[in-house]
């Protein structure tokens, strides 16, 4: 008795140590948020309640505060504790809508792109100009309009439904931002229907640009550029990492912008916050997961063979492709996410081979997660496992399969 008295001790004394942590963790987020509120005027427009308590009123910015503390303890205890349901109820849905005709898929997708296109027009009305309901009515429809037809042409085209719901996302996500910026760093300079505007036009340049970027339109500038400089490349090597240096430039470069030829708010200073604010976090998502990447298979194994010398094993692989692949400058991850040098100065034709070597660490099997690093509260950070990849110079991205393979790959990740 005593031996489970003491357990059940140690178990809670654990849940309060972990609960405590959590409560941290929401603490400093609630402080960022106010903080970054404050630091671009951005509080003075802040919804806060005035609150009194036995006669004093309390701080706005002080409520503030505790709205933010309990909106992000809230979201870290559902996700910590609800993890696994809201996984199964996602995955679920996710299954339901990839189990639509193809034509049902596209209306859900046109549906949901009508009414993001509407709404922008709504929150324009209500809070910057007026706009009559007919003409947001005939926008989120011809929005949803196109956008249906859209993705039944690109299926048909070989896009994966996932591939193009994340584009069209992605796009609207970085109008909405370009948006929101033009709408209050130019406010009074530019007429009230600018934002709205600026958004549809915004979202459309940019599902164009990553269209471009999709089909790797090998004589395009860009792509030269971001070849030759090894930038992408390194998008599919060190993604996160890559995806927040280059948010942060580009919020920079826009905070210049809005500081020196903004109007709201008043301080220059408070302007730049303001688009670091939102630049810097929706451009990183943007690159980080909108970044359009295929996965491809072409680049098969063929042998490993054992070297009794050295213990490195030797690995034959062979172009199963119908084009040249060039596997100059490449680079190789294995099942860790561990980066090597790929070895090899050649270009395969189709059906030629190469070999190269790969030292025992070298984790060429797919597992379960493992461990990134731990953190505080004996929380750890988790990973899943993947199969090697080999990245070209120009950003392609190969999984590394045995020959037998592919066929099973390719048919779970046709969606």
Known sequence: MAVRGLEETTSRLDQAKRFGGLVVVAILLAAVVVGALILTGLFAFAPVPVVRVLGFRVPPAWMAFIGAFSFALAFILAYVYYAKLIKSSVSKAKEFWVGLPDLAQAAVLGVGAGILAALGLVLTDRILYGVQAAIILATGVG?????????????????????????????????????????????????????????????????????????????????????????????????????????????????????VAGTTPDSMVQRMGLALLFVWPVVTVAIWLGWPSRERTDLVIEDITVRSSTGNREVTVRNNGDSVLNLRGAKITDANDTLYTFNISASLGAGETAKFQIPEIFDLATHDRYTVFTLPYEYVLTKEATEPRVVTRDGRQYVLLWVDQVEEYESGATV
Not at 167 to 177: C, D, N, Q, R
């Open 143 to 259: 929005v949803g309009l196109i956008v249906v037809l859209l993705t039944i042409r690109l299926r048909n085209r070989g896009w994966t439904l996932f591939e193009w719901t994340r584009t069209l996302f992605t796009s609207a996500l970085v109008g909405g931002i370009i948006a929101v910026l033009a709408g209050l760093a130019f406010a009074g300079v530019v007429p009230g229907y600018v934002p709205a505007a600026v958004f549809l036009v915004a979202w459309a340049v940019c599902l164009y640009l990553l269209f471009r970027r999709h089909h790797r339109i090998e004589d395009s500038v860009v792509t030269r550029l971001l070849t030759k400089t090894g930038y992408a490349q390194m998008r599919e090597v060190e993604t996160f990492t890559v995806s927040v240096g280059t948010g942060l430039v580009l919020a920079v470069v826009v905070a210049v912008l809005v500081g």
